[in-house]
């Protein structure tokens, strides 16, 4: 297989994603680049609340497919490679063991079973928040994942990170056709993180998360994941809320937060998934960092919100009304607006 020097390989990646502004469509684009350049066998692609870093809005191709929530909840509970400790872009599990992956709590506990020889991870992390995490299996008795096929991963990981933020902030500018739930839906989850219960709404909003064929349940990867990292915060393993934002469609944003239900007797509590309409406030903040605003711009941002009219603005943030403009004229640009009302109200939805 030819390989593309690192260089190439992030001017042909920029290319890849010139046209893809849909998540999922971009994703299995960049899949199909990677690997032109990359052997794998399985992926696991998910797209992250940049602020909890908590996965949502899976891509997956996995041979332990049934064993879904077992797989996620190992994962977040796995010290080893967590894309939220990893420094570099890049980590192999064979390389950071020293080749003994039964380290890895995830690979000893279930990936074993399924002959996995290595897996690539890779974060996509800029200065504005975590926006993904990838997973690249291979599987039998071939060669791990080498030197040259990380330094590739490297070399894409930050245009890919723009690309995924530029499509995450392309969700605000599409007309709302999607109907959030009218209330919270809630799915119950045992501590295995199997559904026990959902309420009525639940399942319609699942489908449009994750579409399932009409025929076959829709797969509640969103509350796996978030009642999975309630489990690794419980377990000391990571200290990020268990909560995320998701895209639900059409420009309408969803919030799912994990919590336990006490127990009356001595089982183990079971986990409660909320699924509701993102607040205007998270919404905003989410559009903020998607749009890559600096701090003050999102303070201007979120004070404009608020009904802070300039005047007031320059006073609470002790500079001239002028600097309050070009603030402003740098916002309309970042975000494809032109005036107050239309920031506010893409911005809050």
């Not at 399985?42 to 609340?49: M, V």
């Not at 399924?114 to 200065?127: E, N």
């Not at 603005?313 to 603030?327: K, M, P, Y």
Request: hydrophobic share 40%; with cysteine; charged share 25%.
């Amino acid at each position: 297989m030819s390989k593309r020097s690192p260089q190439r390989a992030g001017e042909r990646i920029e290319r890849v994603t010139g046209d893809c502004r849909d998540g999922r469509t971009l994703r299995r684009a960049l899949l199909e680049e990677i690997a032109r350049n990359v052997s794998f066998d399985a992926y696991a692609w998910l797209l992250c609340d940049p602020d909890t870093e908590v996965g949502c809005d899976p891509v997956a191709d996995v041979p332990c497919a049934e064993e879904l929530p077992k797989l996620i909840r190992l994962k977040y509970a796995t010290a080893t490679n967590r894309w939220t400790r990893m420094r570099l872009p890049v980590a192999r599990l064979r390389d950071a063991t020293h080749g003994n992956p039964e380290q890895s709590r995830v690979w000893r506990e279930l990936l074993v079973a399924y002959d996995v020889l290595d897996i690539a991870s890779v974060v996509f992390r800029d200065r504005f928040g975590c926006w993904a995490f990838l997973d690249l299996w291979r599987l039998g008795s071939g060669p791990p994942f080498t030197d040259r096929d990380a330094d590739y991963l490297a070399a894409i990981a930050a245009p890919v990170t723009a690309a995924l933020r530029r499509a995450q902030a392309e969700t605000f500018h599409m007309a709302c056709a999607e109907h959030a739930p009218e209330g919270p839906a809630v799915l119950m989850l045992a501590p295995d993180l199997r559904v026990t219960a959902q309420t009525p709404e639940t399942e319609a909003y699942l489908r449009t998360l994750v579409p399932a064929a009409a025929d076959r349940q829709p797969i509640p990867a969103g509350a796996y994941n978030v009642g999975a990292q309630l489990l690794a915060r419980e377990e000391g393993v990571d200290s990020h809320p268990p909560r995320a934002r998701v895209h639900l469609g059409s420009g309408v944003w969803l919030s799912l937060r994990a919590a336990r239900i006490p127990a009356s007797d001595d089982s183990d509590p079971a986990i409660a998934v909320t699924i509701e309409p993102t607040s205007s406030n998270e919404r905003a903040g989410l559009f903020s960092v998607a749009h890559g605003l600096t701090r003050r711009e999102a303070e201007i941002v979120a004070a404009c919100a608020r009904g802070t009219d300039t005047r007031s603005l320059a006073r609470e943030l002790f500079v001239s009304e002028n600097t309050i403009q070009d603030h402003f004229k740098s916002i309309f640009a970042k975000t494809s607006t032109r005036t107050r009302r239309e920031l506010l109200a893409i911005a809050r939805g």
